[in-house]
């Protein structure tokens, strides 16, 4: 892919789902509950998003739409790809994360393929999100079998109305099966934490007036945004002591099916003193981003954990061992954290369109 990637590349998420899973809902949430970010939505049948629930503030021609929060909507087919997520990376949007939802028959890897061969300096793939509809995925395994190969792909998959069916468990579990190490994410009315999927952003502070946030509240929606992390935990890890890289690297291959996402910063030490590298995972999702350290503050590895039934203690634990006391480093230690920087030679473990051959 060639481009060398920097924190301020804006990931691209691939949502997908067979018809009736609910990934139009949870679009619409992911927007709804969007607090500062703002999300370039793009979308293959435009109207089955709720426009007029957005507060729209226009048309900005060609089928995009700038919606009352600061996210856009686009309207596209495949074959335009491109050029909208060129228009969305543009600088001037703001846009934070976009989000393309796939058709409901569509092959999302086709579209994984079509990101992650993009060369454009200002996007970086952040994983499919496949939903499925809890109550009629046995059903929905006999008409469309290729939901197997989209499960075994994902890098998170939403267990969506999970309410409504007669056995959860065995759903959940007949999911996990399918998967290769994606996160499984039960919900209900398309609702996840965005901050699963990325970095929200804070609102700006708004004096005398209520956010577009504030001020939509679906009828059948009883839950506030603070509600959502209830369903979630969190742990939160600093080490003033580099980590060695090969066992941050088996602490993450080895991270259990409950943890959905993990973001932050980690000091290499010796491996590389003059950068610091972000880290993004999602799921099987995994990134190192390297930039050069701020010239000012402390060198710390700062990562936050979000998962569901996790053992945060036993994960801390975990993470401090990690720690690095060499003074020097070998010259073959970072190869399995630069498996997984985008723009290296391509080793076993990256994601590239080869892996999304059907």
């Avoid at 018809?19 to 793009?42: D, P, V």
């Avoid at 409504?164 to 998967?179: H, I, Q």
């Avoid at 088996?250 to 973001?263: A, Q």
């Amino acid at each position: 892919m060639g481009n060398t990637p920097t924190p301020h590349q804006i990931p691209v998420v691939v949502l997908a789902g067979f018809l009736g899973s609910g990934k139009t809902t949870l679009l619409n949430h992911l927007l709804h509950r969007s607090g500062g970010s703002r999300i370039g939505a793009i979308v293959n049948d435009f109207g089955a998003i709720e426009i007029d629930a957005m507060a729209v503030a226009g048309a900005l021609g060609d089928s995009t739409v700038s919606l009352g929060n600061g996210c856009l909507c686009c309207a596209v087919d495949t074959s335009e790809l491109d050029l909208y997520l060129d228009r969305l990376a543009a600088p001037e949007t703001g846009i934070d994360v976009i989000v393309i939802e796939a058709s409901g028959l569509a092959e999302p890897q086709e579209l994984v393929r079509m990101v992650l061969a993009s060369e454009h300096p200002g996007i970086v793939y952040g994983g499919l999100v496949e939903v499925v509809d809890a109550a009629e995925i046995d059903d929905t395994r006999a008409r469309h079998p290729e939901i197997d190969r989209h499960l075994a792909l994902a890098d998170l998959v939403v267990v969506n109305k999970l309410d409504r069916a007669a056995d959860a468990g065995r759903v959940l579990g007949l999911v996990r099966s399918l998967t290769d190490r994606a996160a499984v994410v039960p919900a209900t009315y398309g609702r996840i934490d965005p901050e699963i999927l990325f970095d929200c952003r804070p609102g700006e502070e708004r004096i005398g007036q209520l956010s577009f946030d504030d001020l939509h509240e679906p009828g059948d929606d009883r839950e506030h945004a603070g509600h959502l992390h209830t369903g979630y935990d969190s742990l939160s890890f600093t080490a003033e002591a580099p980590l060695e890289p090969r066992r941050l690297m088996r602490f993450l291959d080895g991270r259990p099916e409950g943890l959905y996402r993990i973001k932050g910063y980690v000091d290499f030490g010796p491996y590389d003193p003059r950068n610091r590298y972000a880290v993004h995972a999602v799921g099987r999702f995994l990134r190192f981003y390297p930039e050069p350290w701020p010239a000012a503050g402390a060198r710390l590895s700062q990562l936050v954990l979000i998962g569901s039934g996790i053992d945060a203690d036993g994960l801390a634990k975990e993470l401090q061992a990690c720690g690095n006391d060499a003074p020097h480093a070998d010259e073959h230690g970072m190869w399995g954290v630069l498996r997984y920087v985008q723009g290296t030679e391509d080793e076993p473990g990256t994601y590239g369109p080869e892996a999304y051959e059907p």
